[in-house]
């Protein structure tokens, strides 16, 4: 099978794929590992993959152009040059993210068994919500603490998926053993964007100072969009642009709670929610999400 990483620190994967399994498999032929530089797939002589955020905040946010750009030169090579070529089953395309559903061992196996997985790696203050929405087939985050981006995670997605590949191992038996035995473990985790603090004492995720101006504790984080306002005929929601603080401030806690009632339901369990919250949720679980 083949991993395509995305990410602006391509050398960071120097190490990691070079020792242990991960090199065995690919000295073998059985695995393909390609790192690939987001500033390759820009336009600007400034070589630009980040903005600030509509709606106000602080933190920069990945823009779409350049992950969609590489996304669609990369299926290119085995589909033809055509834009905005559909994803083939076989293939999974994987936004890195804290919002994203838990990364578990039967994940690694649903991987194990396709033939390419793409990897895009997070970084700031999160990606442009469009990427999770008409791009990405899966958004995964590997737990509940803090990282400052998604390159050690697509390290270790590559290393778990790596040792159920036929052959990997060596014995068979090894890898049968570890996915049963660890199916029950607590998973790790990440949060693709820096500067975020872990809150003590919690279980649940922890919030950047962006974040604790839009969510509690307990819950993802909003969706974010930076430029360009229209892309591809996918605008940035008008609430964003309007100007009203007020209203961008419920809109944000609305998707946050949408995003955490579709992707990580549990969390809600021990959030710190307010009665706002609480009638946001019974609006969202009318209206039939997730």
């Known amino acids: 099978m083949r991993f395509d990483i995305i990410t602006i620190f391509p050398e960071f994967f120097d190490g990691p794929l070079d020792y242990g399994i991960v090199r065995r498999a690919r000295e073998t032929g059985l695995l393909e590992v390609e790192v690939h530089d987001?500033?390759?797939?820009?336009?600007?002589?400034?070589?630009?993959?980040?903005?600030?955020?509509?709606?106000?905040?602080?933190?920069?946010?990945?823009?779409?152009e350049p992950l969609f750009e590489a996304v669609e030169a990369l299926l290119a090579e085995s589909q033809g040059p055509a834009p905005g070529t559909a994803t083939p089953p076989s293939t999974a395309v994987v936004l890195l993210s804290a919002s994203g559903k838990l990364f578990r061992q039967e994940t690694a196996r649903r991987y194990a068994g396709l033939e390419r997985v793409?990897?895009?790696?997070?970084?700031?203050?999160g990606v442009d919500e469009r990427v999770a929405e008409h791009l990405a087939t899966e958004e995964v985050a590997v737990g509940d603490f803090v990282l400052s981006g998604g390159e050690l995670p697509a390290a270790m997605i590559v290393d778990a998926v790596t040792r159920l590949l036929p052959g990997a191992l060596g014995n068979e038996a090894s890898a049968v053993h570890e996915s049963f035995s660890m199916e029950n473990s607590s998973p790790?985790?990440?949060?693709?964007?820096?500067?975020?603090?872990p809150v003590a004492g919690a279980?649940?995720?922890p919030f950047t100072s962006h974040e604790s101006q839009v969510t509690s504790h307990g819950i993802l984080?909003?969706?974010h969009y930076t430029r360009p306002a229209e892309f591809r005929g996918w605008g940035v929601p008008e609430v964003l642009t309007g100007g009203n603080h007020e209203q961008i401030r419920?809109?944000?806690?609305?998707?946050?709670?949408?995003?955490t009632l579709r992707n990580?339901?549990?969390?809600?369990?021990?959030?710190?929610?307010?009665?706002?919250?609480?009638?946001?949720?019974e609006e969202l679980r009318r209206e039939g999400q997730p």
């Open 188 to 197: 790790l985790s990440v949060v693709s964007r820096q500067e975020a603090e």
């Open 38 to 64: 987001l500033r390759e797939f820009t336009r600007d002589r400034h070589r630009t993959v980040d903005d600030r955020p509509f709606g106000g905040g602080e933190g920069m946010v990945l823009k779409p």
């Open 250 to 259: 419920r809109w944000r806690r609305r998707m946050a709670l949408a995003k």
């Open 118 to 125: 793409i990897l895009l790696c997070g970084r700031y203050e």
């Open 264 to 281: 990580r339901p549990e969390l809600l369990d021990t959030a710190a929610l307010s009665a706002e919250d609480r009638r946001l949720l």
């Open 221 to 223: 984080d909003c969706p």
């Open 203 to 205: 279980k649940t995720r």
